[in-house]
């Protein structure tokens, strides 16, 4: 016994002088490799759009059907829908995946446009290089042959030449729809869209049928497949998406580090697998740290007016595309989202809150506004009477004043009041997101802003 208890204690100190020299060990090969470690966070800051919506793509091409192929949706998700967080429930979508590698495109617009619309086209990176419809002023019924950066060819008469910065691109086109008894109107502006090659536009083809997507089919959410990916498959991803869709100009810097310090996967040694895994978890651990950060500041947040065009700031471009991937550029819809009340609490149904604007100062727009409601996860929160958002085409209540009251709670307020109100069911914790279609100039510099959330007194 005694020689058992005697080995026990001389072990002791041996392992921790063993742990020491690992510790030292490790600070010493993370010292050497520090630059590698710190190329790999850059690494995937820079590339995480690249390949948000490489997954994004496959797993819409696997649900729906290939590429190059208009799909519509055609009503709106259903209370119990989580395909997505934060539906919309102002418009409805179209939406196509493009690869032009090997193919040119012709887009055809509504020939006849009955509602507010907005077409968007990202490139790879989640820039917007193109955006078409009512703010644009676009004609009705226009023609645009898309192509990608190294086409070269003569356009045909009667088509726009649109070239894009990268073969891999999404259209997404949102309609105005003004409730589900608006979806006739709509979803026939939608049908009056078409994609064709540039082939079958010659030939007078006419487009495959359209599918109507039914939203709930929608595959796990991509954020959460790259999530899973490693460091070495989300690096060889990337450097393999980069030969089809180049980075920029302005990328010069990065792309020459990403050529010293990162090199292909399957190359690296036991080293510089560790090293850029470290990388790509630090850079992992920092944008959630962002979220959160973004999630807990108190009143209405503004998205920043450099959405879409992002240039070389590729920390905006990687948030954008883990919270908001698809964000448009603001001049054409800014989405504000509270999380809190004015005394900086998180919403909760177990409260009653008021949204005031004095007269004159709802919200400053073209085309329309509306707030939503959502659950912490970001999903609609089911209530009694089927309402999940208030906006300027309901028929809202304004009081003696001219003033608007809206009124965020569990329970049906009195009167006319019930007009304003959204209610918040049972929700512990939720969101509001508030959506302005083509802001005027105030909403965009900041001047005016909406009003805080305040709890009823």
């Known amino acids: 016994m005694k020689s058992h208890i005697s080995k026990s204690r001389v072990s002791v100190p041996l392992f921790i002088a063993l742990l020491i020299a690992a510790v030292i060990s490790l600070a010493s090969i993370a010292y ?8 790999a966070a850059h690494a995937y800051v820079f590339g995480y759009p690249l390949v948000i919506m490489d997954i994004t793509k496959q797993a819409f091409v696997e649900k729906m059907g290939p590429e190059n192929q208009l799909f519509h949706i055609e009503r709106f998700p259903p209370v119990d829908f989580r395909g997505v967080v934060r539906p919309n429930l102002d418009t409805l979508y179209s939406l196509a995946w493009l690869n032009l590698n090997d193919t040119e495109m012709v887009l055809s617009l509504p020939a006849e446009s009955k509602r507010y619309y ?11 290089p193109a955006t078409f419809g009512t703010r644009q002023g676009t004609q009705d019924g226009s023609s645009y042959l898309l192509v990608g950066p190294q086409w070269r060819g003569d356009t045909p008469d009667g088509l726009e030449l649109v070239r894009l910065p990268t073969n891999m691109s999404w259209i997404l086109a949102r ?7 608006d979806y006739p109107i709509v979803n026939t502006q939608q049908r009056s869209m078409s994609l064709v090659s540039l082939a079958d536009w010659r030939a007078g083809k006419k487009p495959l049928p359209v599918k109507n997507w039914d939203q709930e089919d929608m595959p796990e959410e991509p954020i959460y497949q790259l999530e899973k990916m490693s460091a070495k498959a989300f690096m060889g991803h990337l450097i393999s998406l980069m030969d089809k869709n180049p980075p920029f100009e302005e990328d010069t810097v990065m792309v020459k580090t990403l050529e010293r310090e990162i090199v292909s996967p399957n190359s690296w040694g036991l080293l510089d697998q560790w090293a850029i895994s470290t990388g790509v978890w630090l850079a992992k651990y920092k944008l959630k740290e962002a979220r959160q950060d973004v999630f807990e500041r108190a009143g209405w947040q503004n998205p920043p007016m450099e959405l879409g065009n992002y240039g070389n700031d590729y920390a905006l471009r990687a948030f954008i595309g883990m919270v908001g991937l698809g964000a448009n ?12 009340d004015a005394d900086g609490e998180k919403l909760s149904s177990s409260e009653d809150y008021v949204i005031h604007f004095d007269f004159g100062e709802t919200p400053p727009v073209n085309a329309f506004w509306s707030i939503t409601l959502y659950d ?19 028929d809202l209540y304004f009081n003696a004043d001219g003033s608007l009251d809206l009124y965020i709670q569990r329970h049906e307020p009195a009167g006319e009041r019930a007009r304003n109100w959204l209610p918040s069911g049972d929700a512990p914790i939720f969101s509001l997101t508030a959506r302005l279609y083509w802001a005027k100039p105030a909403a965009l510099s900041g001047q005016w802003r909406l009003p805080l959330v305040k709890k009823q007194q």
């Open 32 to 39: 050497i490799k520090r630059e590698q470690i710190k190329a």
């Open 118 to 128: 907005l077409l968007t086209i990202l490139d790879a990176w989640t820039n917007v």
């Open 175 to 181: 309609i105005q729809t003004n409730g589900e008894k």
């Open 329 to 340: 550029r603001p001049e054409d819809a800014m989405y504000p989202t509270a999380r809190t």
């Open 376 to 394: 912490e996860e970001g999903y609609l929160v089911d209530n009694k009477i089927n309402r999940y958002a208030l906006g300027d085409r309901d």
